[in-house]
């Protein structure tokens, strides 16, 4: 694996000015990794699924999927950039596939017997140090801006987040607003994605996950701003770009969640937009482990191009 640092890469590593070589490494390793690897776009394959939503709605259209290892395999063979999960699927996989693919530790996780009325938050259910001993690049902490529990999120991920970074560890953060304060619609919102993509910043996100937004405004004060300033929010390239600028400035990594299965079109749709506003990529699960591993493989490999203007 030649892992001699394109410039595209060493760019990048350059707006992270405060971090060690260790961070800097494994930053450096997911943008160097697969077929994507030295452009400085990613596709990172997530599969936390079976703990937010249960295991038969998560894997029961492609048994196959059942099986960590199935996971690995798919994101090796797809030549994608990262593999992220929950600690007891990595673990399930861990020996196996050393070495062969960037590894996530998703650190906290939340699931769908929690009682409605709860407020929105998430179970620490892994470590730095479990991180370390799997060899993982980087830690994966999901925050809810909009949620009364959500202070709570962002002290838990600053105290975790300098460990890692003491300990050469990267972090990922999963911007997903939600709660008690946003209505369903504020959810997706783009002054909200925007807001989410700027908390994850601040917080030392060396990676930053958002959803993809619609045109929609949540916020009196914000709707002012935007309208006020001609901000453009009329297409999916206009609303990512404006969560790019949000990523200071395009000086973090932010990736897009696929959400829910869709049909493959507007897959890459989604895609092509993510590169047109600037976006470094997607992060991209059950729109590929739900479908059969053919489908699945065509369909990265498909993103694969879009990524790199092929397609």
């Known amino acids: 694996m030649a892992m001699k640092a394109t410039r595209a890469v060493q760019r990048i590593l350059s707006n992270y000015e405060a971090d060690n070589p260790g961070v800097k490494g494994n930053l450096c390793r997911m943008l160097m990794t697969g077929k994507l690897g030295g452009t400085g776009k990613m596709i990172i394959l997530p599969v936390d699924q079976g703990f937010e939503h249960g295991p038969a709605r998560s894997f029961a259209p492609n048994p196959a999927a059942y099986d960590p290892h199935y996971h690995y395999q798919l994101a090796i063979d797809a030549g994608l950039n990262a593999f992220a999960a929950p ?12 070495g062969q693919i960037p590894t996530i530790l998703k650190a906290n996780s939340a699931n769908s017997l929690i009682p409605s009325e ?24 999901t925050i809810y801006p909009g949620s009364s529990a959500g202070l709570e999120m ?10 890692a970074a003491a300990k050469g560890v990267a972090t990922v953060i999963w911007s997903y607003p939600r709660g008690e304060a946003l209505t369903k619609d504020g959810e997706t919102a783009i002054d909200i ?15 930053i996950k958002v959803k993809l937004s619609t045109d929609h405004l949540e916020l009196k004060e914000a709707r002012k701003v935007y309208e006020g300033e001609k901000i ?12 790019v600028k949000s990523a200071f400035n395009g000086r ?4 897009f969640s696929g959400g829910s299965k869709k049909g493959a ?21 059950r729109n590929t482990f739900q479908r059969p591993r053919e489908d699945a493989l ?14």
């Open 265 to 285: 079109d507007s897959v890459y749709d989604d895609a092509r937009a993510i590169r047109d506003g600037g976006g470094n990529g997607s992060i991209i699960g």
């Open 154 to 163: 962002f002290e838990e991920i600053s105290q975790m987040r300098e460990e």
């Open 118 to 141: 709860a407020p929105k938050d998430q179970a620490i259910t892994a470590s730095v140090d479990d991180a370390l001993r799997l060899g993982c690049s980087a830690i994966g902490f």
């Open 87 to 98: 600690l007891g699927m990595l673990e399930a996989g861990a020996d196996t596939f050393a």
């Open 193 to 207: 994605a925007a807001y989410a993509t700027q908390i994850a910043a601040l917080l030392g996100a060396h990676v």
């Open 252 to 255: 973090r990594i932010i990736v």
């Open 298 to 311: 065509d369909m990265l490999g498909k993103l694969v191009d879009i990524y790199r203007g092929k397609a």
């Open 232 to 243: 453009d929010i009329s297409t999916q390239a206009a609303r990512v770009a404006d969560c």
